[in-house]
């Protein structure tokens, strides 16, 4: 065994000389997902998973990474919109720390992540990258914060990606089941025009799955079949920040809003505060968040702390949200707002409440 470089190397070559056919598949498959592993070991080297370094703590309803090269403004932002208070100026790593700030919106608790600047080789480890991006790994949100002068993202995607960060992207739909003995066997409910089954096969194995039911939900690709057995890919919503706004004419800021598309871009001023209101709501409605008001058995509805969920959630998550032996205990519960059919409608346990459903639990005493 040689340097990783040169194993790669090896790889490379035997994939490119061995002839493809039905039965060479397989061995092909095997080669690809070898390759992967190595180009991955290379990439981020030891120490990722963890957010080694800068010994952060999550807390709050959600945390937002705050990603960008130097000088573009990352903490003149999170000093607006927090209580922290990190350092600003007019030259590149200024920050050379993870900041931590809250920020309190509409009744939730976010909390953003000011951070060193992401540079080209960021992965590898320039510039405390590898840090940088194990915190971002761990945020619910990413805002990639870009001068509106120099607003390609280029370079901050590569290195997300090649931290193991994928943005927007749904999680691949596949699962895996183990079981003792009888094999690989792998089915799909979509036709698979992207990878062969044999390659497919010879990936899955060499990832450790000999006894296991595969089944294929996507016509998946190789990158996501490979991001799907690695196992360490993180699926984070993310949008772009246009800042420092009052320095181009108006007009410009729309020109490069388009430019940017299909990414969402939210112009903002983080010097003058233009936008600031705007991108607030926006990190709020992409975490897709609802505030729910609790209204005690014949008494008033407490408008003054919602409980703050995700979209989507149940009466029972609620439940979870308020106290530990809620769900057991419950015995119905009765909703105002758009999920009820009508006011004071009583519902399960799994019913799906809406954004500022007013809603009473009673449970058994
Ligand atoms: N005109 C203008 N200047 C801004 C704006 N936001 C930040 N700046 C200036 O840009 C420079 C860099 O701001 P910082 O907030 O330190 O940038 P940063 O991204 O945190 O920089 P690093 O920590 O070095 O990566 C400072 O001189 C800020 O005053 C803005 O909206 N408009
Ligand atoms: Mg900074």
Redesign the pocket.
């Known amino acids: 065994m040689g340097k990783i470089e040169d194993q790669i190397q090896d790889i490379e070559e035997e994939i490119h000389k061995t002839p493809y056919n039905k039965a060479t598949q397989h061995h092909i498959g095997k080669l690809k997902a070898r390759l992967a592993k190595l180009r991955e070991k290379l990439e981020r080297g030891p120490g990722t998973g963890a957010a080694v370094g800068f010994g952060i703590r999550k807390s709050g309803n959600a945390t937002i990474g705050i990603v960008?090269l130097?000088?573009?403004?990352?903490?003149?932002?999170i000093n607006q919109f927090t209580d922290a208070e990190?350092?600003?100026?007019?030259?590149?790593?200024?920050?050379i720390n993870v900041i931590p700030g809250v920020m309190l919106y509409r009744g939730a608790k976010f909390q953003l992540f000011?951070m060193?600047?992401l540079i080209d080789g960021a992965a590898r480890g320039r510039g405390r990258g590898r840090e940088v991006l194990s915190v971002a790994r761990s945020s619910d949100l990413i805002l990639l914060?870009v001068d509106v002068r120099d607003w390609d993202i280029g370079v901050l995607v590569t290195e997300l990606e090649a931290g193991g960060i994928r943005l927007n992207q749904r999680k691949p739909e596949i699962t895996i089941k183990r079981k003792e003995r009888g094999g690989l066997t792998i089915s799909s409910t979509k036709r698979l025009t992207h990878v062969e089954e044999g390659v497919m096969e010879g990936m899955i194995r060499e990832w450790g799955h000999v006894n296991a039911d595969v089944l294929v939900k996507e016509d998946i690709t190789e990158p996501r079949l490979i991001d799907f057995l690695a196992g360490n890919v993180a699926y984070i919503p993310g949008f772009v920040v246009l800042?420092?706004?009052?320095?181009v004419p108006k007009k410009e800021i729309g020109r490069v809003v388009k430019k940017l598309r299909p990414w969402k871009a939210v112009p903002?001023?983080?010097?003058?505060g233009d936008g600031l209101d705007g991108l607030r709501e926006s990190i709020f409605s992409e975490l897709e968040f609802i505030r729910i008001y609790m209204k005690p058995q014949g008494g008033e509805v407490d408008y003054s702390e919602p409980l703050v969920v995700k979209d989507g959630s149940t009466v029972g998550m609620v439940c979870d949200a308020i106290h530990r032996d809620f769900r057991e205990k419950f015995r119905y519960a009765s909703v105002w707002g758009t999920s009820a059919k009508f006011p004071g409608q009583t519902v399960g346990i799994n019913h799906v409440l809406r954004d500022e459903d007013v809603i009473t639990i009673v449970v058994q005493r």
């Open positions: 960008g130097p000088n573009v403004g990352k903490s003149t932002l990190s350092e600003v100026a007019d030259y590149d790593f200024t920050t000011d060193p600047g914060v800042n420092k706004t009052d320095l903002i001023s983080a010097l003058n």
